[in-house]
């Protein structure tokens, strides 16, 4: 027995030994990658060489991404949880007073770029709980090890170059910016394309600081709703009730109609009233549950959140939160 456990003990040790070796090899060999793409972006004058040294020293493996990264959900709980967790009463009550405290850079925002406040404050609340929480993981570092990593390489490379375009115009050590592990930013979680394309310097100091300013979280959100099409004139929908029999056929973003039409089809709000009489309004049905109880009729400004975030789920939930907020 002396002997087995000896030699399972000294096998323990030799694999012990090797996965260092590997882990060695693997750490070397992904420090070259980042040197060798930061010196083409040095080369190419995308990054200064003092900034670049930064990065060398600093961006570093971190297996713990690639877990997560792996690791998929055991199982897709329900909208009912998933609605409850996200509209808890202490979600919109901190929602209600936030809007009331921020009102009036909320309306400003609001009026240059045409987004009510109530979503400007419900993407906040739902993305990083009102800024509360951002993410800890070292954004440089995570993107780097994506990319490297090679399972959505070209995906994450791009993420990686544009993050090392934003360390460089930012007054920033690499350590500061801080996210989620796959790479969302700020108290807005932007991926640094997002960045890029929608966030605002709204208080004038020269950077675009979605991590500590709520001037220019507030308008980097309204950006980007406004730039991929959000109508100011509208809502994003409403709970319906659906009739007996209806054809699920007709569910689906992609099946627009006119409001006419789905109160022919006997489509109600959720108090049991016809739906409202707008002209050529076109609307969709959602039922976030296929075979669930919550259905909802949804306008264009649906489709901008669903561009934000391909999740029924969440996109609904933002919705809903708004409108909670709004109730004041």
Known sequence: MFHVSARFFLFLICGLILSINIAKADEAAFKTWVSNTLDEMVAAGKISEPRAELLHAHVSFVPRVIELDRKQPEKKISFATYKTRILSSDRINKGRKLYQQHSALLNEISKKYGVQPQYIIALWGIETNYGGFTGGMDILSSLATLAYEGRRAEFFKSEFIKAINIFQSLNKSPSEMKGSWAGA????????????????????DGYKDIWN????????????????????????????QLPNGFDMSLEGRDIKKDLSYWNNKGVKLANGQDLPKAEGLQASIIVPDKDGDDAY???????????????TYFATSVGLLADQIAIR
């Not at 400004?301 to 669903?306: A, E, G, P, S, T």
Request: net charge negative; charged share 15%.
């Open 185 to 204: 930013m700020g108290q807005c979680q932007f991926m640094p394309s997002s960045y890029i394309a929608y966030a605002v310097d709204y208080d004038g």
């Open 213 to 240: 300013s709520l001037p220019d979280t507030f308008a980097s959100i309204a950006n980007y709703l406004a730039s991929v099409g959000w109508r100011g004139d509208l809502r994003w929908g409403r709970e319906a």
């Open 297 to 311: 009729i949804v306008y264009s400004n649906y489709n901008v959140i669903m561009h934000w975030n391909r999740s």
